[in-house]
């Protein structure tokens, strides 16, 4: 990798300010729902240990506006991370201020620090200097260990770098970079990307650079309704995003473009709902479609079987009721059974994961991104403040 790496720095008796993604789920009664993104950070906090380092680990969590709000405070986070690394957390309940640098000053090999919610404070996402150099003064070195986050400007992700000499990533940020940049950099070929998912607008930059230099690239989910009103196709009551025809007709004329042939479409999004399997181009008025058809599922498998490297970004379909999970599902298997054959897979999006669990293959995949914003960033050719920030070795 081209960015100095944890591995690099000496950090035995050091304090390490290590920026994670904690940003896990929660139910109404504050219990973590899947705790994934905690366990991905593992790997970099045990080595830190392991080489005597202080880990001082910091992180976001929901959307809190800048205010102390409990119902996002980091508190079943640090429970649940003892009960992983089966030793003592102890939890400021702060991020900055004098009651935090004291307990900093205070670690000593074999401790763990965890702070308080960044977000509590609007500085952090407002990437405010004096918040940076606060959190900078509680230790000796900068990991980011934060993909999920790598594409924000915020203090704890970019603006805290600056103030050390060698601000280095951490295994999950380096297993991230390995991945996306091999899928995009020097992939085995054929290489496949299947691009899913409700809207066009979140992905039509990512689909426009991935054209430069994937074989073929299939869309599927919600977003191929705005596609094929592009092509003069009537959708009923599909979702389509109308602002966007213009730009999507400029992608149309691409060869390495696949739309599904056909859809499965329904008259009410609801489990048990009657559905039929029609062409794209039939789809009745009253109707909307939820999942790409039996045609367009051959397709698709057809590809995924001669490809060497994937890349799935979204669903094909509403995979959350099961009578319009088909798509997805069938999708998921083949990209698995690709795996298992030797293709390299990289799967990203809240959703894709979210599938893959629900159908229990996420274990068997290449690699699983965690930062589905990021992932879509990236490989829309963007500079991510949080990477570009790390030393180069």
């Known amino acids: 990798m081209a960015k100095l790496s944890v591995k690099d720095l000496d950090i035995k008796d050091k304090k390490i300010f290590l ?11 504050l219990n973590i729902t899947d705790d994934t993104r905690i366990k991905a950070s593992l790997p970099t906090i045990t080595y830190i240990l392991e080489h005597g380092g202080i880990p001082i680990i910091a992180s976001h969590l929901g959307r809190p506006k800048g205010k102390v709000d409990k119902r996002f405070s980091l508190t079943p986070v640090a429970y649940r991370l003892e009960e992983l690394l089966k030793r003592k957390v102890i939890f400021a309940k702060e991020c900055v201020g004098e009651e935090v640098k004291n307990m900093a000053q205070g670690l000593k090999p074999g401790d763990i620090l965890l702070l308080e919610n960044l977000r509590f404070h609007p500085e952090e996402e407002k990437n405010d ?4 150099k606060e959190l900078a003064s509680l230790a000796d070195f900068y990991v980011n260990d934060a993909f999920g986050s790598a594409h924000r400007a ?8 600056h103030y050390f000499k060698d601000p280095a990533a951490g295994f999950l940020m380096e297993k991230e970079l390995q991945y996306l940049e091999g899928a995009l950099k020097n992939p085995k070929r054929p290489l496949l990307a299947i691009i899913g998912g409700a809207k066009v607008s979140t992905k039509i930059g990512v689909i426009k650079n991935l054209l430069k230099f994937v074989d073929n690239l299939a869309i599927g989910g919600g977003m191929c309704f705005t596609f094929y009103k592009a092509k003069g196709y009537e959708v009923g009551k599909s979702l389509c995003e109308n602002e966007l025809l213009d730009e999507v007709k400029g992608v149309l004329t691409d060869r390495k473009l696949y739309l599904p042939a056909d859809v499965l479409i329904t008259k009410e999004i609801r489990p048990g709902s009657p559905t039929q399997n029609v062409y794209a181009p039939t789809i009745p008025i009253n109707y909307r479609g939820v999942d790409i058809g039996t045609k367009a599922i051959s397709d698709i498998l057809a590809l995924i079987q001669k490809a060497k490297t994937i890349f799935w970004n979204g669903p094909m379909g509403i995979f959350e009721i099961g009578d319009f999970s088909i798509g997805t599902e069938k999708v998921a298997k083949a990209v698995v059974d690709a ?4 293709a390299i897979s990289v799967v990203g999006g809240g959703d894709t994961i979210a599938a893959l669990s629900k159908f229990k293959l996420l274990n068997n995949v290449s690699h699983a991104s965690t930062g589905g914003g990021a992932s879509l960033e990236y490989l829309e050719g963007v500079e991510l ?6 030393k180069d070795k």
């Not at 904690?22 to 109404?28: G, K, S, T």
């Open 19 to 29: 920026r994670v993604d904690f940003n896990v789920p929660l139910d109404e009664n």
């Open 129 to 132: 200097p004096n918040f940076s």
């Open 154 to 161: 915020h203090a704890s992700v970019e603006g805290v770098a």
């Open 339 to 342: 795996t298992s054959r030797g």
């Open 385 to 390: 403040p949080g990477i570009k920030v790390l």
